[in-house]
């Protein structure tokens, strides 16, 4: 079996935990949301040895290196980590309600990596800019915060929801069964103090890798400003948090934008002429 | 706070303009706004692309703006630089404060204070209060940075706490981003970006700015001993490496092949692998056929020197080589320009097109000339760069990782345990406080409670 195909059943596995999750939440089925996260381990372990085989691939083709070098591989490891953040957080919390918006996430990355015409899945060559030790530190930092960001926009998603309707007082049954408002915001801001960190080791491992690739550590390419816009978003939540009171709503509608920019940051730049042209679709 | 005592009106205002997080929020997101536009528009490029992009008026406006290098624009300068006096003194504002609490020799603490806090555990101990607090004694004096016992009523209170100093974490981060905009600063300003190109074989020690176009020269020479581009079967590169000699005053002093991601430093100044391109080949072997005999000969041509034609039928001069050649109005492509002097004749002139080897025939001699092969020749571009701004923004990036785990995950926790007698043994209250994640810290409270509870007398 190649990895390719463990990945594309992984894919699906995903989406049975993600409709798992919602039908646990729509129809109050908690042994559904326990079997979702089975599921989810199911998907997390599959996704774990797809990347493994992958890498074990590319050495048997003779061109190994680690499965981290174009947007197949990134998006594979961004739902490897968004699942296993979940996972963690879950286990904390006891809450599977938290998958609804998660293991959605999780399936759609997979869909596009696996399904999308766009997104090869060939392993290829390293080109000679991408061999480097740097490589496999820039991705991994860059995604685990990319991922933190993600759960965090699910978080927040979920606290408009459940402030929506205790505003509306009319004490909805689906928002009744998410997690209290004062957990759901210090879970997103959590989230967002790691993957703030992680986006910072991120730019600074990309930094000190084009150091030494192209001789300047920031040249403003569209990539490297939009990881810092992502980072300027970031930086105005905390500081508003901590040092304004923000509290809730606002900070959830900031933690959307940053999302939104991370989203930008991933894919969007992709569209526009720079450096990064590795991690575009073909 | 930390206001000079002097100030007078106008200074305390800007002094307190600038040490506001309302600034730090707007100009955040101001930068973040902004540099949207370096993204979508495209930057440092020729005025003419521009003209035909946004037509004129729509350029000019935007080149008023500065938008078409606007990271380097004034404008955008001076957003970093209210940046950074919104942190120093954002900094300096709170830094008295906080220094306070964390350097001091005797850390107040109020019981009434802790009372307060629902953040509590309580258990019964069996032991009576004297030896109760000769084992808590050591036990926080281990545990915790600080801690000291006072009597109270009849029992008595312990007063520890650890992670005082975490309270600095936010400041490390903010000294971590000056040190990132001095280490950009010194860079800017002491430093060069260049690039060069050299061809093989050749000598260079001057490279072009990319910044002013203008010229500098280097206080070495670089030679390109060699240039090698390998593909991969799909028919992506895999290596481009440039074999280069170091020089000082003629005398070869360090020899070194450059790859992409591994460039040579000398003296400060390094040296990258940027791109490469092909030159005009130089030297061909050329094929020499007699008409009659059939018999073939090879012979190596330079541009500019004659060689004798074989069978001494006269001489041959290669003038030039050219990409793009034509005959009679029809593109040849690659071609070789010379002169042909047969023994006996004047120098008629010959034109020996690479793709086609038969092509001479046509000129009806008794030799049949083709090239037969060539030496391709590369040049290697090289980026080539001098930041003596780096080690600081090094240095700023470690720090700043430092700082904002300090910062988001550690917190300096206050922790006060009150014990009162009761019959023959003692009810112990443990309660705390953290200055962040305070979420987390019942469960800290509760943990330490067991642990007391469980500890050996």
């Not at chain 1, 996260?37 to 074990?56: K, T, Y």
């Not at chain 1, 480097?132 to 991705?139: K, R």
């Amino acid at each position: 079996m190649t990895s390719s195909s463990i990945l594309s059943i992984v894919t699906f596995i995903y989406g049975l935990a993600a409709f798992l999750y919602l039908a646990a939440w729509v129809f109050k089925k908690p042994p559904a949301g326990q079997t979702a996260v089975w599921v989810s381990l199911a998907g997390l372990a599959g996704n774990l040895a797809g990347i493994a085989l992958r890498w074990r691939e590319s050495y048997q083709m003779g061109i190994g290196h680690a499965p981290l070098s174009n947007l197949y591989e990134s998006l594979i490891f961004f739902a490897c980590v968004l699942t296993l953040i979940y996972l963690v957080i879950d286990r904390r919390t006891g809450s599977h309600v938290i998958g609804v918006f998660t293991a959605p996430l999780a399936f759609l990355a997979m869909a596009y990596a696996s399904l999308s015409p766009q997104v090869s899945n060939r392993i290829e060559p390293l080109i000679p800019a991408l061999k480097s030790n740097w490589l496999i530190a820039h991705v991994i930092t860059c995604f685990i915060g990319y991922s933190a960001f993600a759960v965090a926009f699910g978080l927040s998603i979920m606290y408009l929801i459940k402030n929506r309707e205790a505003a509306a007082a009319q004490g909805g049954v689906l928002a009744a069964r998410l997690p209290e408002t004062a957990v759901l915001d210090e879970l997103t801001h959590r989230m967002i103090l790691f993957g703030f960190l992680f986006l910072t080791a991120g730019i600074i491992t990309g930094a000190v890798w084009a150091n030494s690739a192209w001789g300047k550590y920031w040249s403003w390419d569209p990539k490297e400003t939009w990881s810092l816009i992502t980072w300027f978003i970031y930086a105005t939540l905390l500081h508003a948090r901590l040092m304004r009171g923000w509290h809730g709503k606002r900070i959830a509608v900031l933690s959307l934008i940053g999302f939104t920019a991370v989203l930008f940051t991933y894919f969007g730049v992709n569209l526009l002429p720079g450096l990064h042209s590795y991690g575009a679709p073909g | 706070m930390g206001q000079p005592a002097d100030a007078n009106g106008p200074l305390k205002s800007i002094w307190s303009f600038f040490a506001s997080v309302k600034l730090t929020v707007v100009l955040l997101l101001t930068l973040a706004a902004t540099s949207v536009f370096g993204t979508l528009i495209p930057q440092m490029g020729s005025p003419d692309r521009y003209v035909a992009i946004y037509g004129a008026f729509t350029y000019r406006l935007f080149a008023l703006l500065d938008l078409f290098d606007m990271y380097h624009s004034w404008w955008f300068e001076l957003l970093l630089l209210l940046l950074a006096a919104n942190i120093v003194i954002c900094s300096v504002d709170r830094l008295s404060s906080v220094w306070k609490i964390v350097f001091v020799k005797k850390p107040r603490f109020k019981l009434s204070q802790f009372q307060k806090l629902s953040t509590r555990a309580q258990f019964a101990a069996k032991q009576d209060a004297d030896r109760l607090k000769s084992a808590y004694g050591p036990y926080f004096a281990k545990h915790f940075h600080y801690s000291r016992i006072e009597p109270h009523e009849k029992g008595f209170c312990v007063f520890a706490e650890k992670g005082r100093w975490t309270r600095l974490g936010v400041y490390i981060v903010h000294l971590s981003v000056i040190l990132l905009l001095i280490g950009g600063l010194v860079g800017s300003l002491l430093g060069f970006d260049g690039f060069v190109n050299v061809g093989e074989g050749v000598t260079v020690d001057r490279i072009r700015l990319r910044s002013s176009k203008g010229i500098q020269p280097l206080d070495f020479a670089i030679r390109c001993d060699d240039f090698t581009v390998t593909f991969y079967k799909s028919g992506a590169p895999k290596e481009y490496r440039s074999t280069l000699t170091i020089l000082e005053k003629g005398r070869p002093v360090m020899k070194k092949d450059i790859l992409v991601n591994h460039p040579l430093n000398y003296r400060g100044i390094n040296i990258y692998q940027a791109s490469y391109g092909t030159l005009a080949p130089q030297k061909f072997q050329l094929r020499f056929q007699d008409k009659a005999s059939k018999m073939v000969f090879k012979k190596q041509a330079v541009i500019g020197r004659t060689i004798e034609l074989p069978e001494s039928r006269g001489s041959l001069l290669i003038t030039k080589y050219s990409a793009t050649a034509s005959f009679r109005g029809h593109a040849i492509g690659e071609a070789l320009v010379g002169r042909l002097t047969l023994k006996g004749h004047a120098p008629q002139p010959i034109l020996l097109p690479l793709r086609f080897p038969s092509f001479d025939k046509m000129r009806g001699g008794a030799m049949v000339i083709a090239v037969d092969s060539y030496d391709p020749r590369y040049y290697t571009g090289l980026q080539v760069t001098r930041d003596p701004g780096v080690p600081i923004v090094y240095a700023g990036f470690i720090i700043i990782i430092a700082g904002c785990f300090i910062t988001f995950f550690l917190s300096h926790q206050r922790i006060c345990v009150q014990v009162i007698p009761k019959g023959k043994g003692a009810v112990v209250t443990v309660m705390g406080t953290s200055n962040k994640n305070k979420i987390g810290m019942p469960q800290k409270v509760s943990q330490l409670a067991k642990k007391l509870a469980k500890l050996k007398l």
